[in-house]
């Protein structure tokens, strides 16, 4: 359900129409921005937002994503962590 | 790709499978006795067989793929519906090209299509919209599907219609919602999940909390979850955490896309252009209080269910569905795909029978495509 | 120039003086046929070689848009049946083109697809012998349809089919995938895409002789076009009676025709090519094969993906770069955009 891809948003396209134009891997496509918009339109380009059916759904967090990353990079760790232990249990066994 | 190729990292997936199943052995999940947890989002049961986590993940873990695909259930009758709008003189009927291969009683659109109506596939609402423009002697009738992914893009495109005034720009209505079918989902006594992973872009809409019933009054955790292979594992995990600790609270992984109360902006235009049916009609699942949305009365000119008198009270909403075909029980988890007497022999992507075989993230085609249920058929 | 009108109408097709100047002028003034009879008649010289074999094709073109980024459909026309004589190891020597026009068509267009016809067989080093045109009603073509037929001729001891396919052969393609199939999609302009992608579209008759000269126990190859190398894969499979196997992350794939895939959920293995083939070519030959394809420009993306082993028949699978695997399926019916 609801495929939706990050894209970052190049330009406004039309203003009235809260239309501005989004690139995914160097596709390009107007989006309709109104559900990310602020007051500034222009504030908008060089951000990333989450595309679907043509919308930019929402702003895409970048602290947040960072976040995510360096849980799973600390998750990581932890298991080569785990692996050297066992190792060495199995060594001095 | 940015903010989709980190959550790709083969090596980051290691760590994920080493703690679930520590965290899997430590909650005494085997094959034998299994935790069921429900990805509830169609898009989820997709990434799942695409990366093929589920041959990758701890043997006691099993996902059950949940309702979440708006086509697998859809009711045959609306897709009748929608041939017969499709078939009026002048009309231009637009659609998602998910719906095109959907087996109506008579037709699929792709039949109708071939047999002369004028059908034609668009990537979003916003070219419906500028089909009328283009074609103002037309009809053009936007067949309005899927969760709350999607309702906000064509409310805003009503919207946009009303201030354009294009009178010949109306949408078929068949917009549906994620938290009453779980509601029912869990109500059945024969429901057996533990754990629940939440639609990530449904989420980005309307927030998190309308999950918070899950887990208050039935004590099961759901985890907001993104769509590429380590969000689901990472969700998988702290959903198999929170069962370890005896706790059952919604949780967000999807933080760089969902935003806690959701989206204001498509909220507030969901809220102008749409209330909510009574109930509506669930493919498998049967009717399902307050369910559906219906375009709202000052809409009224840009609702082709007035424009046509194809109403949902209008029709007698006793269809029988196919007989044979279990995509119920398949969407509520109680067989697998495989264990349909249909897969594979009455049912097939090629001549599908349930809608599960219909759309390429049903449960049953994408264990068709990519599990190789294809030679458990055979 | 006797030919004056803009667009072809209905007198193009009538048999008089209006259809000889168009195709006089338009057709034949290009391909310069050789004789005047409605027949070719060809020098079969290459035939006189003892154990020399023959090679016949045919195949149709229509495509929306007719002119796309990278070609057009007569560059289509030519490559395409090309490139079905150039997999089964044959080379090409002659075409036959047949005109289905329809009435409006722009005179000009014609003469550019004519034109890219010309360039094209001149660069695969064949001659279009002979042809025919015909012109429809408005509103009963979609433009112009092409069909083309080839001839071409297989040297001894070349004999390519899947059934010789052996398991540990290594699966070759020759650049990046799906260009052409996302080209298209984002030209029709229904989807309001735009790119800087443009079709792979290209001639394959010199490089599949290369890659036999180097490498001469290459046992089959298929140009994967609709269907993609997906399709390709499954038949081939499929004949040869063995599993392959495709490993994601040594696929070649276009930054835009990911983008492309990801925003409308398609799968770049089932996006059609029309200057992409895969060949399967026994281990000990394929760096040889690789390494003579990569020194021609429509070769020089050629790399392994994969490879052919015993196992279920026809079953093509794919190791995703995650660790995972998937079955990669024959494509059912069309690959729609799909939003869910």
Redesign the interface.
């Known amino acids: 359900m609801c495929l939706g891809i990050p894209g970052r948003i190049t330009a406004i396209v039309d203003e009235d129409r809260l239309m501005a134009m989004a690139e995914v891997s160097g596709v390009r496509r107007a989006v309709n921005v109104a559900c990310v918009a602020g007051n500034d339109l222009t504030a908008l380009v060089g951000q990333w937002a989450l595309i679907h059916v043509g919308f930019a759904m929402s702003l895409i967090d970048e602290d947040e994503a960072t976040k995510t990353l360096e849980a799973l990079r600390d998750l990581g760790e932890a298991q080569e962590t785990l692996e050297q232990m066992a190792r060495s249990e199995e060594a001095l066994a | 790709m940015k903010f989709a190729s980190e959550f790709r990292d083969p090596a980051a997936a290691k760590g994920l499978l080493a703690a679930i199943a520590r965290k899997a052995d430590e909650i005494g999940a085997t094959r034998a006795k299994p935790v069921h947890i429900m990805e509830i989002c169609g898009g989820h049961t997709h990434s799942i067989f695409r990366y093929g986590l589920d041959k990758l993940i701890h043997e006691g873990v099993e996902f059950i793929h949940g309702p979440g695909c708006p086509v697998c259930v859809l009711p045959m009758a609306r897709v009748d519906e929608c041939v017969e709008i499709a078939e009026q003189p002048g009309v231009i009927f637009t659609t998602f090209g998910d719906a095109m291969r959907v087996p109506g009683h008579r037709k699929s659109l792709m039949q109708a299509k071939a047999d002369g109506a004028d059908i034609r596939m668009v990537y979003s609402p916003l070219d419906a919209l500028e089909l009328a423009r283009r074609n103002p002697d037309r009809e053009v009738v936007f067949f309005g599907l899927g969760f709350e992914t999607t309702t906000p893009s064509t409310a805003l495109s009503i919207q946009q219609a009303a201030r354009e005034g294009l009178g010949n720009f109306s949408v078929f209505c068949n917009h549906i919602t994620v938290p009453e079918p779980i509601k029912a989902l869990l109500d059945d006594p024969e429901m057996m999940l533990d754990g629940f992973v939440g639609p990530g872009h449904v989420s980005m809409v309307i927030g998190v909390h309308p999950y918070d019933f899950i887990a208050a009054d039935y004590g099961k955790p759901l985890v907001v979850a993104g769509f590429e292979p380590t969000d689901l594992l990472q969700s998988v995990l702290m959903v198999l955490t929170q069962i370890a600790e005896g706790r059952a609270a919604v949780e967000n992984q999807y933080g760089r896309v969902v935003p806690e109360h959701g989206n204001p902006v498509s909220l507030a235009a969901i809220a102008d252009v749409y209330e909510r049916r009574p109930s509506f009609e669930w493919r498998g699942l049967g009717e399902i209080d307050a369910s559906g949305l219906r375009i709202r009365g000052k809409y009224a000119a840009f609702d082709a269910e007035e424009k046509f008198g194809i109403g949902y009270a209008a029709a007698s909403r006793n269809v029988p569905e196919i007989p044979g075909c279990a995509c119920g029980a398949v969407m509520t988890g109680k067989l697998k795909p495989t264990q349909c007497p249909q897969f594979g022999t009455g049912c097939t992507p090629e001549m599908p029978l349930g809608a599960l075989m219909v759309s390429s993230e049903g449960a049953c085609a994408a264990y068709w495509q990519y599990a190789g249920a294809r030679v458990a058929a055979a | 120039m006797a030919l004056r009108d803009k667009r072809v109408t209905m007198a193009h097709g009538g048999g008089g003086r209006a259809m000889r100047d168009l195709i006089e002028e338009v057709f034949t003034s290009v391909f310069q046929p050789p004789g005047s009879e409605d027949q070719a008649r060809l020098m079969a010289d290459a035939l006189q070689v003892p154990g020399a074999r023959l090679a016949f094709t045919t195949d149709s073109f229509v495509v929306t848009p007719l002119e796309f980024p990278g070609g057009d459909i007569g560059k289509l026309a030519v490559c395409g049946t090309v490139n079905d004589l150039a997999v089964g190891g044959a080379r090409p020597l002659w075409l036959s083109a047949a005109f289905i026009i329809e009435e409006g068509c722009e005179v000009a267009l014609l003469r550019r697809i004519v034109a890219t016809m010309a360039e094209e067989a001149a660069k695969a080093g064949v001659r279009i012998v002979t042809g025919d045109t015909k012109v429809v009603e408005r509103g009963k073509g979609d433009g112009v349809f092409i069909t083309t037929a080839g001839i071409g001729v297989i040297a001894p001891g070349v004999d390519l089919g899947a059934a010789r396919i052996a398991a540990g052969d290594v699966v070759i393609v020759n650049g990046v995938l799906g260009d052409h199939g996302a080209t298209i999609l ?1 030209a029709r302009g ?8 443009a079709s792979d579209c290209a001639g394959l008759g010199h490089l599949m002789q290369t890659a036999l000269a180097a490498a001469p126990g290459i046992r089959a190859a298929r140009d994967c076009t609709r269907g993609g190398l997906a399709s390709a894969l499954n038949e081939m499979a499929g004949e040869a009676g063995l599993a392959v196997e495709i490993d994601e992350a040594a696929l070649p794939l276009r ?2 025709v ?3 895939c ?4 398609l799968d770049p293995l089932y996006l059609a090519n029309e200057g992409r083939l895969v060949l399967f070519c026994p281990p000990d030959q394929a760096e040889a094969a690789l390494a003579a394809m990569r020194a021609l420009p429509e070769g020089a993306g050629s790399v392994g993906i994969g490879r052919a082993m015993a196992g ?1 028949a026809g ?1 093509v699978t794919m190791r ?8 990669v ?1 024959m494509l ?2 069309e690959q ?5």
């Open positions: 984002a229904d989807l309001a895409l735009s790119s800087d992608i930054d835009e990911r983008g492309v990801e925003i409308l959920g279920t079953r995703t770069a995650f660790g995972g695997a998937r079955i399926d059912v019916g729609l955009p799909r939003i869910c």
